[in-house]
């Protein structure tokens, strides 16, 4: 007897709950926390700083940004990229200021199961509310203005989609780009920006799951390149045109997640569903790690370390090079997974992606590792000795560090250096638990500001800069028009 195979279930389904949860989040919950306000402000003037300290140091960026083709003389509605003068289309918009707050990697960064870096979202956010503000105003519709507050609030829940993400479930361990929840939190704020009702922002978030996502190949050897200071830019640019296509009428998929054989699930997750370990709230903003210096987060405190170090062999009168037998490091499984390079590098994109190389440029430096050092055109680049170092250093994942970079109650980002001279002599450990820009630093928020104003005065002058930070503490910045806002970056 043939056996006739069932027919495919075609009835209506809900949205899957992850779906729904988010929406909720996004539409329903109210953000009472003063500190994660306080927090969102320092996290906005550190991505719009990192963006303007792309767009002045990098070449490669700057290339990347700017009008796709020629927009016609007073073309209306359009997003005025900060740090220039372009006038962008809402998703070229999107996509060069996700690009340039992250195109050097010293924007801020999350840690856990997947890693990823939740002020990329900003490049939706701020695109989408520039727009709508302008129109609005335009229109005669002040009801229609997107606020700074509005922003803000965004900007929390952006967060809060990816952070949450992030701390149990490991995109990286299916090959799975961490850009996949930029688009999905940007997505989901953005709806909520553009005015579309719930159920248009349930198919949008079901549009982004259902893409399929870019592989990490491009973060690791040996196809690590300048695509990793983009992907975040695309994913915006992305989510940006799926809340619009959803906001024109086109439906979602409701089981996109969990449907048999053709869900995400079972296509790209290997059939495990997302492990969610707190209701959505305001934790990921207020635990967020800044990155006051310019390297990778699994590697700023081995930064650190090493200039210690650097100050102990100075004292001594020791030459890094000569005097130095060996140096090994101990590291978070992740540390080993994305900064544990050996061999040639490439570009810059490489050299910010290995720990061997920013201890060895702070051991001869004896200073702290900048943008600038990373680059091409940086002497350190081509320097012999930098290779020599990164020859005598090793690494091992600690399992303590581990433990505790999991540890949802103490979070750290451990790494050490143990020094053996030539002589055979054994320098004391030094091992930093928390980087600078942790929360859990009391001079974080104080420094990130002062790295903020250091890199707006890279394109903007002393007078536009005081302003800026002046309306960002004041009363008024609360019911202020996003567009005015972002007026105040352009050239």
Known sequence: MTLIPAADDNSSKPYDAVIQAIVDYVYDYEITTENAWARAKVALMDALG????????SPQCAQLVGPAFPLAPGTSGLF???????????????????????????????PGAEWGHPSDNLGAILAVADVRSRVALAEGDPSSVVTMKQVLEALIKAYE??????????????????????????????????ALTRAQALSAVSHAWMD??????????????????????????RAVHLALLAKAGQPGASTVLTTPRWGFYDVLFQGKEFDLPQPFGTW???????????????????????????????????????DIQSIHAKTQAAGMTIINKAGALHNAADRDHCLRYMVAVVLLKGAQVETADYQDDSPWATDPRVDALRQKITMAEDAQYTADYHDMAVRSVANSLTVT???????????????????RRQETPKEVYAKAERNLGLRLSEDRVQEILATVASEEFWTLPACHFVNKFSL
């Not at 900060?82 to 960064?109: C, V, W």
């Not at 952070?163 to 909520?192: E, M, P, R, W, Y």
């Not at 699994?298 to 200039?307: D, F, I, N, Q, R």
Request: include cysteine; charged fraction near 20%; aromatic fraction near 6%.
């Open 80 to 110: 005025r990229l900060p740090g220039t003068s372009y006038q962008l289309d809402i998703l070229k918009g999107a996509f060069d200021l996700g690009a340039m707050i992250r195109y050097l990697d010293h924007n801020d960064a999350f």
């Open 284 to 322: 990921v903003i207020e635990t967020v790690l800044f990155k006051v210096n310019t390297a990778e987060g699994h590697g700023m405190t081995a930064v650190e370390a090493a200039l210690e170090i650097a100050d102990t062999l100075r004292a001594k009168g020791l030459d890094p090079v000569k």
């Open 421 to 439: 001279l030539a002589d055979g002599t054994v320098l004391p450990e030094v091992l930093v638990e928390y980087p600078l820009g942790h929360v």
């Open 161 to 194: 989609i990816q952070g949450c993400f992030q701390i149990k479930n490991a995109f990286n361990k299916v090959g799975l780009d961490h850009t996949i929840l930029v688009k999905i939190g940007a997505t989901a704020v953005s709806s909520k920006l553009l």
């Open 50 to 57: 990192a963006a303007l300290e792309s767009i002045h140091t």
């Open 212 to 237: 399929g996502h870019p592989l990490r190949v491009y973060r690791q050897a040996p196809n690590t390149g300048p695509r990793k200071g983009w992907a975040a830019g695309d994913a915006c640019m």
